[in-house]
């Protein structure tokens, strides 16, 4: 007979993607801003969504045993603070987030046979085309991922507790899609000026944001291609969750592309998650999974950054943690 405990383990695992599935459908359908409306119970918040009644019934039956939402349907549901993170248009909304990991990349991972068989990225089994392909030639596609990776930043402002921006008068955020990090930190250090340094068809998008973050004056946008050349000159140099989308021969041109504009004083600012060793974090290990699905590529160990850092002629000074089980790593010219 099969251990009880290990069949209940493979049940809870096979069943997790219904859980992100079923939160998906939550925003899909607008459910965190019904209610916020006042359409509380079943029947109200099924005529809101224009969906039917006893399907929203069992949906929130599950949300509520999710804790997204509090009460019933019957004395009314509640909000909670998980589902003020789904509205739309709330600060620090997470719903373009749950969006695209319920679409694009759900399908990526339904490849995920083919794409560990291949080593090849899962998006493109599932798409016919790379992801950076993708947000480049789909026209909502770009906004979405940005305003997407712009809810999962929660981790940025231990950036300026990590790092002393003290005396720093030049940032250069390489392939900085909207600027978010770069604006966190022009923020807290108003004599900062930054550049941010993406493809062109991102520097609308990053211009539209920091305009509203910082304010026109400070900042201006460079279009290029980041394995040929970046702005030179700058004092610190940002690269924030770029190097995961990689394999380690073009994180090292990357890299040696970014050495070569530095000042042997400059710092370059690597913000990514870094796989323990011992496999005592499962976030990592997901997420490395996860961006073999989504573009092909990799998060790393230690040694692992170390090897690509001194390939390209940088050696890492320091190692923080920052929320969300992820890190900066400061890197200085070897």
């Known amino acids: 007979m099969a251990d009880r405990s290990a069949a209940r383990r493979v049940v809870d695992i096979v069943t997790g993607a219904w859980q992100s599935q079923a939160l998906y459908a939550a925003v899909a359908l607008g459910l965190a801003d019904h209610i916020a409306a006042g359409h509380l119970t079943d029947e109200k918040l099924a005529a809101a969504a224009g969906a039917d009644e006893d399907a929203i019934t069992r949906l929130m039956r599950l949300l509520t045993a ?8 019957r004395d009314g549901y509640r909000p909670t603070a998980v589902s003020e993170c789904l509205r739309e248009g709330a600060d620090q909304s ?3 987030m749950v969006r695209i990991y319920g679409e694009e990349f759900h399908r990526a991972w339904g490849s995920v046979v083919p794409a560990v068989r291949s080593g090849t ?8 085309t790379t992801l950076h392909a993708y947000l480049r030639d789909e026209p909502s596609a770009g906004p979405k991922f940005q305003r997407a990776m712009n809810a999962g930043n929660v981790f940025f402002p231990d950036v300026l507790d990590a790092f002393d921006f003290g005396g720093v008068r030049t940032v250069v955020d390489v392939a900085g899609g909207s600027g978010s990090l770069l604006a966190t930190v022009m923020r807290a ?12 068809h991102m520097l609308p998008i990053a211009a539209r944001y920091l305009d509203e973050a910082v304010g026109p004056g400070r900042y201006a946008t460079r279009g290029g291609d980041i394995f040929h050349e970046v702005p030179g000159g700058a004092d610190v140099y940002l690269l924030s ?4 989308d990689w394999d380690d021969e073009h994180c090292v041109r990357l890299l ?5 504009a530095m000042p042997d004083a400059s710092r370059l600012l690597i913000v990514e998650r870094v796989i323990p060793e011992d496999g005592s974090h499962l976030l990592p290990l997901l997420w ?6 989504a573009a092909g590529g990799r998060e790393r160990t230690g040694p692992g950054y170390a090897a690509v850092l001194g390939a390209a002629g940088f050696r ?11 890190s900066l790593l400061v890197a200085a010219p070897a």
């Open 241 to 244: 969750r770029v190097l995961q």
């Open 121 to 128: 990225s899962g998006f493109a089994h599932a798409f016919g």
């Open 316 to 326: 890492t000074e320091s190692v923080h943690p920052l929320a969300l089980e992820t």
């Open 288 to 293: 490395d999974l996860h961006l073999l699905m």
């Open 256 to 260: 040696s592309t970014v050495r070569r």
């Open 66 to 73: 999710m804790e997204v939402f509090g009460g019933n349907g």
């Open 94 to 96: 997470m719903s373009d």
């Open 189 to 200: 250090h108003p004599g900062v000026h930054g550049v941010l340094f993406d493809q062109p």
